[in-house]
């Protein structure tokens, strides 16, 4: 798959398949729009190209911090595990914001880029103030030669699949399950491993403590979950975890902390990096009276997280 950042060295093609969007999370609703890009591009002999934009268009237009499942670099990795052969990620800045729906059609879809085809989904906006519509697409693409084809909604029990909706599981209910249905995978994520205060280790339940790199990644609910853990430079087969995202309140903590107890494993993982998938929640976070109850509860965590992974191994 061919990466480009910007427009600089696209070389226009106007036999390209092509579809736009932010496409976070690349959840089964972007998957499907994908692989009817990919279908049309070998029908017509010509290039499935994906467009999509960073930072975030509600950031730059906004100034929201709007909380991402997936960072530029795991979004254009999706995409390209979809089969698609090019994907282009263009700066969103203020200028670019201004641009009409009509020009950014004619300027850089027709102009820069070229098309034959466009694939969007059922609700698909562009140009300044989301003012395009697929009602306007189709009349440009009257104009400039390219066909439009539209992508229904996609459901997950009677759930419409979307970004916002899976964001809204993931942060408010730590629903991981149903967030993961939606996204066609479990939802994951990737940190550096950095000391904790070792308390862990004091009650028999060591934890790499996770430093996820990028502040506007989706962080689930507080609350334990049965996770698996890849670790760096090791196979594919990942491990069992059981992590907890929180305050630990039974220590009086402040801030909120990520933390993984990789199951029946001992070893320095300290300047690693960690990818976690979630699996299950199995509890809330809260206050325990003693060491002795915190104790107790975690084996009875554990013991619930082997369950909940053992169709996995």
């Given at each position: 798959m061919k990466r480009e950042y910007g427009l600089d060295q696209v070389s226009r093609n106007p036999d390209s398949v092509v579809t736009v969007g932010i496409f976070d999370g690349v959840h089964r609703g972007h998957q499907a729009i994908l692989r009817y890009l990919r279908q049309r591009s070998e029908a017509r002999g010509g290039t499935s190209v994906v467009v999509t934009f960073d930072p975030h268009?509600?950031?730059v237009v906004r100034g929201e911090h709007v909380p991402l499942l997936t960072t530029v670099s795991e979004r254009v990795d999706l995409i390209g595990s979809m089969g698609i052969d090019h994907v282009i990620v263009i700066p969103f800045t203020t200028q670019f914001a201004r641009l009409s729906a009509e020009e950014f059609v004619e300027q850089i879809l027709v102009g820069k880029i070229g098309l034959g085809e466009i694939v969007v989904g059922y609700d698909h906006g562009f140009g300044k103030g989301r003012a395009g519509d697929i009602q306007l697409l189709e009349q440009l693409g009257r104009k400039h030669g390219f066909s439009v084809d539209v992508i229904p909604a996609q459901a997950v029990d009677e759930h419409v699949v979307s970004s916002s909706e899976i964001r809204t599981l993931l942060i408010d209910q730590g629903d991981v399950q149903l967030a993961g249905e939606m996204l066609g995978r479990f939802y994951s994520l990737e940190g550096k491993v950095v000391r904790g205060d070792g308390r862990g280790h004091q009650i028999g339940f060591p934890t790499a403590n996770l430093e996820?790199?990028?502040?506007?990644?989706?962080?689930?609910?507080?609350?334990?979950?049965?996770?698996?853990?890849?670790?760096?430079?090791?196979?594919?087969?990942?491990?069992?975890?059981?992590?907890?995202?929180?305050?630990?309140?039974?220590?009086?903590?402040?801030?909120?902390?990520?933390?993984?107890?990789?199951?029946?494993?001992?070893?320095?993982?300290?300047?690693?990096?960690?990818?976690?998938?979630?699996?299950?929640?199995?509890?809330?976070?809260?206050?325990?009276?003693?060491l002795e109850e915190l104790t107790k509860q975690l084996s009875k965590d554990e013991q619930r997280c082997k369950a909940a992974l053992a169709a996995l191994f």
């Open positions: 268009p509600r950031e996820v790199g990028d502040d506007r990644k989706v962080i689930p609910a507080k609350g334990v979950y049965a996770v698996l853990v890849y670790l760096p430079g090791a196979s594919e087969k990942p491990l069992a975890g059981m992590m907890n995202i929180g305050q630990r309140p039974t220590f009086n903590g402040i801030d909120l902390r990520i933390e993984v107890h990789i199951l029946d494993f001992d070893a320095d993982l300290y300047g690693s990096g960690l990818r976690v998938e979630f699996v299950e929640r199995l509890r809330d976070e809260r206050r325990f009276s003693s």
